[in-house]
């Protein structure tokens, strides 16, 4: 079993931004290491359910939805 991560969740007040970079994603969620985040970007992009919310419109930016992001980490606390 894998353990839990140790991250923080803080939301950016008043933000209506439905997509964010990495530095976005760390940024709301405190102590999430870029490495790891790496990992859980690749994860999405091969599972199917979570393809759509990783979007690289060029070769060195990656946008990624904010929902469904949160989405896949509760599917990926429940499936380990």
Do not use: C
């Not at 969740?9 to 990495?22: G, M, Q």
């Not at 979570?50 to 499936?79: A, C, D, M």
């Amino acid at each position: 079993m894998a353990r839990p991560l140790n991250i923080k969740y803080t939301p950016v007040e008043h933000s209506k931004a439905e997509w964010a970079n990495k530095k976005g994603i760390m940024a709301r969620y405190e102590g999430l290491a870029k490495g790891t985040l790496d990992k859980m970007l690749m994860e999405m992009r091969d599972e199917k359910k979570f393809r759509e919310y990783v979007v690289n419109p060029t070769y060195k930016t990656v946008f990624i939805n904010l929902s469904g992001f949160h989405e896949f980490l509760v599917w990926r606390q429940t499936s380990y």
